[in-house]
């Protein structure tokens, strides 16, 4: 009988533990997942009025070529800057990894733009690409690299690189911060065999360090490519959409169709497509890294 009540009053404990946690998800994750849901599948609007249509917002979304172009842009989006952020971000983490004060003090200022705001640093870079006012043509100029300043925002690529050139400067150091964990917390005795059995400093980067940091690279490739998928904020401030649209991202066409074109519905319908496409994605990044690493 005690043993059975001991047992009772631990998983009563337990459950206990985790309430906090299972109220956390129930009332900011399913609640608003369970309205968000009942909400696209009316025609509900932000002027007011609603009305149950059923699957009519999902037919429309995959009939639209505006959400489909929008998808297309942010896939591309997404494929250019991960890459980008995890090599320059391992790049870094092996030239910052040393306990010496001065990796120290390169590693702080890696991370420095991290603290700022996705706002406030996309605002600061439209700046310094302008081609009136910018340093960056400046600087440019100066060194005889352009004879005449780049403008960067009236043609789809060159925006899209400029604010692949913004956020890289401003997320770069979350990806280095990981990676120089994962780096230093690697046992100096499995560094040392690698030397004594001949390794050279890129062998045992690729048989050694990026082995055993595969659950970094993982963690920092999923919240990398997620938050890509939901950039919103770089392209509102940088491009605006445009030219023609083209830098439409899918949660701007969200936003777009929510709170310009006052579609409340549609644009839930939209979100919860992106939902389903993210969750697609990251199950089968996590499936496929773990092939890899029992291979």
């Known amino acids: 009988m005690n043993a059975g009540g001991g047992t009772r009053r631990s998983r009563y404990a337990g459950l206990a533990y985790v309430a906090p946690a299972l109220l956390f998800v129930a009332v900011f994750v399913l609640f608003p997942l369970g309205r968000l849901i009942h909400l696209s599948l009316t025609n509900a609007s932000l002027l007011g009025g609603s009305r149950f249509v059923g699957i009519a917002n999902y037919t429309?979304?995959?009939n639209d070529p505006v959400f489909w172009q929008a998808l297309r842009f942010t896939i591309r989006y997404t494929i250019y800057i991960t890459p980008i952020l995890m090599g320059l971000g391992f790049v870094f983490a092996l030239l910052t990894a040393a306990a010496h004060p001065l990796a120290k003090a390169a590693r702080s200022a890696i991370f420095l733009p991290v603290v700022i705001g996705l706002g406030t640093s996309s605002l600061l870079w439209f700046w310094l690409l302008d081609e009136q006012?910018?340093?960056i043509n400046r600087v440019l100029m100066d060194l005889g690299l352009i004879a005449h300043p780049l403008v960067w925002w009236v043609d789809a690529d060159m925006g899209l690189w400029g604010v692949i050139i913004s956020v890289t400067w401003k997320v770069v150091g979350f990806g280095t911060i990981i990676f120089v964990a994962a780096i230093q917390s690697i046992d100096?005795?499995?560094?040392d065999a690698a030397k004594i059995d001949g390794a050279d400093y890129w062998q045992r980067v690729g048989r050694v360090l990026l082995p055993l940091a595969t659950r970094s690279i993982l963690l920092t490739t999923l919240v990398s490519a997620v938050g890509s998928m939901l950039a919103f904020d770089q392209f509102y401030i940088m491009t605006a959409g445009g030219p023609r649209s083209l830098t439409f991202t899918s949660v701007y066409w969200?936003?777009?169709n929510s709170f310009i074109y006052f579609k409340l519905g549609y644009?839930?319908?939209?979100?919860?497509i992106l939902v389903v496409i993210i969750f697609v994605g990251a199950t089968a990044q996590i499936v496929l890294t773990r092939k890899r690493s029992r291979q």
């Open 60 to 62: 429309k979304a995959f």
């Open 133 to 135: 006012v910018g340093l």
């Open 188 to 191: 100096p005795e499995i560094i």
């Open 254 to 256: 969200m936003y777009q």
């Open 267 to 272: 644009g839930a319908a939209l979100a919860l």
